[in-house]
């Protein structure tokens, strides 16, 4: 199964896009992505603000659950920080741990690049009857890696 048509759904995503995430791999049930954390991305005690955190997980569960072709939305999604960051490049791997024809379930590992975690996420999805390829058809080329700095 080819993965055209979920990357430029996912590239599609601005606000990603303008947070500076990018996306490095998908499969089946599986993406990751990346940010480099930098003052932008600071809250007012200097390091890492939780939402620039969480905007990293949401789109590797984003990619992941709709890497099957079907457009799959979140009903349900949180987060657990267990260690701050202030600088450097961070990923997010997501892989779904439970899928159905309507729902799907992941996890995401927010790591720093020595491999320690930072926070967990999880998800669930509802998928929806739409065809991930129908959806990105139309959609404006803005992949995340012409992002608009800050």
Same mark, same amino acid.
């Given at each position: 199964?080819?993965?055209? !048509?979920?990357?430029?759904?996912?590239e599609n995503?601005?606000?990603?896009?303008?947070?500076?995430?990018?996306?490095?791999?998908?499969?089946?049930?599986?993406? $990751?992505?990346s940010?480099?954390?930098?003052?932008?991305? /600071?809250?007012?005690?200097?390091?890492?603000?939780?939402?620039?955190?969480?905007?990293l997980?949401?789109l590797?569960? +984003? !990619?992941?659950?709709?890497?099957?072709?079907?457009?799959?939305?979140?009903?349900?999604?949180?987060?657990?920080?267990?260690?701050?960051?202030?600088?450097?490049?961070i990923?997010?791997? +997501?892989?779904e741990?439970?899928?159905? +024809?309507?729902?799907?379930?992941?996890?995401? /590992?927010?790591? @720093?690049?020595?491999g320690?975690?930072? !926070?967990?996420?999880?998800?669930? !999805?509802?998928? $929806? $009857?739409?065809?991930?390829? @129908?959806m990105?058809e139309?959609?404006?080329?803005?992949?995340?890696?012409?992002?608009?700095p800050?």
């Open positions: 199964m080819g993965f055209d !048509a979920v990357r430029r759904l996912i995503d601005r606000f990603a896009a303008d947070a500076g995430v990018k996306l490095l791999g998908i499969a089946e049930g599986y993406a $990751k992505v940010v480099d954390i930098t003052p932008r991305h /600071h809250n007012g005690v200097g390091i890492a603000q939780g939402g620039a955190i969480f905007t997980a949401d590797a569960f +984003a !990619a992941a659950v709709n890497s099957h072709g079907i457009v799959t939305v979140a009903i349900n999604a949180s987060i657990t920080f267990v260690k701050s960051v202030s600088s450097g490049i990923y997010a791997e +997501a892989r741990i439970s899928t159905s +024809a309507k729902l799907a379930s992941c996890t995401v /590992h927010v790591t @720093d690049s020595q320690v975690l930072l !926070a967990v996420f999880q998800g669930l !999805a509802y998928r $929806k $009857k739409e065809l991930v390829a @129908d990105a139309g959609l404006e080329s803005f992949p995340l890696s012409r992002q608009n800050v």
